[in-house]
């Protein structure tokens, strides 16, 4: 199968589209990752005619719907813009969320109308939010369902303890003035206590001596795994309204990785025997100095929290989601045979 991944820039969620990606190509599909600001629409899929296209609700143009629906056969699923009632009642500019645009839902509504395509939209939120979020899709019929983000194993599973990445937390991430409203309380504020051996990591500089730079991702592993604790510190708009569910604790659970993280409801809900989370940033504190004083305490969260990533959240079963979705059971079930023989032979 030819899967066509529509790209948009190089946040999260080009991570999250490489991670799937990735496990497409795993399992023998061909994939092609089209960056929409460097090739015009037609020659894109034009060049590659794709069986599958992977877009977004919120950049789709009137030319990809023409190219959409010059093509019958060709399967579509976008991630879908917020559009629910839990959205209307939150304060959007407080948290920096984009709003959906009426053209942007009139464009998609028409074109699933006139070819039934999208076959449906996804967010990564937790499925206990997705009418709340995407509400307004749902009732004007358009099928919207929940397809978390997850573990790419390739680049972040099977780290090895390096000494020269030993510390007592590692964290690897930008830092902005949106997120620093948790990291500045959780994180940054004990890089001022010399009790605490940190090194940060990110392609934003942080403004504490504790910041060693860029870290190439073949290494991202190695740091994590050599680390005691590696905290999961969510944007402000994650921990007050719930829903949002980062790519982060999977990766660092599939790395066999501990946790210590600020509280949110989504992450509680899913993984709730493989984190440790805290409601504040002096319970944080506390957490990590009895962890630290612990190590072997960490232990059974760690096997758990593996163990449970690999059985039910890698980018592996997501793409096998996708297809079950899609009516295409037997592609399906290789994303699981593909995904044991890795476990077996590679990790």
Not at 154 to 178: I, K, L, N, R, S
Request: charged share 25%.
């Amino acid at each position: 199968m030819k899967i066509l991944i529509s790209n948009d820039g190089y946040s999260a969620f080009f991570y999250i589209r490489t991670g799937l990606a990735r496990a497409f190509s795993a399992c023998g599909h061909q994939v092609s990752f089209w960056n929409i600001h460097d090739k015009p629409v037609f020659d894109a899929f034009d060049e590659f005619e794709p069986d599958l296209f992977l877009g977004q609700t919120y950049n789709t143009t009137d030319q990809v719907c023409r190219a959409i629906t010059e093509r019958p056969h060709l399967k579509v699923i976008m991630k879908g813009a917020d559009w629910g009632y839990l959205i209307d009642e939150t304060d959007l500019d407080k948290y920096g969320l984009l709003a959906v645009q009426q053209q942007e839902t009139e464009r998609i509504l028409k074109l699933q109308q006139e070819t039934g395509k999208p076959d449906f939209l996804h967010i990564h939120y937790h499925a206990d939010w997705m009418y709340g979020t995407h509400g307004h899709w749902m009732d004007r019929g358009m099928p919207v369902y929940s397809i978390l983000t997850g573990a790419d194993i390739f680049d972040y599973t099977g780290g090895q303890h390096m000494p020269v990445f030993e510390c007592d937390m590692a964290f690897v991430g930008g830092y902005w003035p949106y997120k620093a409203q948790v990291i500045n309380p959780y994180l940054l504020r004990l890089c001022y206590d010399t009790d605490y051996r940190i090194k940060l990591y990110g392609n934003a500089h942080w403004p504490v001596p504790q910041y060693c730079g860029m870290i190439d991702t073949q290494y991202v592993k190695h740091a994590t795994a050599s680390a005691t604790i590696c905290p999961c510190l969510y944007e402000p708009h994650a921990g007050d309204l719930g829903f949002d569910m980062a790519e982060r604790p999977f990766k660092l659970l599939s790395n066999k990785c501990f946790i210590i993280s600020n509280y949110v409801e989504s992450m509680h809900r899913l993984l709730p025997d493989s984190i440790v989370t805290a409601k504040s940033p002096e319970e944080f504190q506390d957490k990590v100095d009895y962890y630290l004083a612990n190590p072997d305490e960490r232990l059974p969260f760690i096997q758990r929290g593996y163990d449970e990533v690999m059985a039910k959240h890698t980018y592996f079963h997501r793409i096998q989601q996708i297809f079950k979705l899609l009516k295409m059971e037997d592609e399906a079930d290789k994303c699981m045979t593909t995904l044991k023989h890795i476990i077996e032979t590679k990790l």
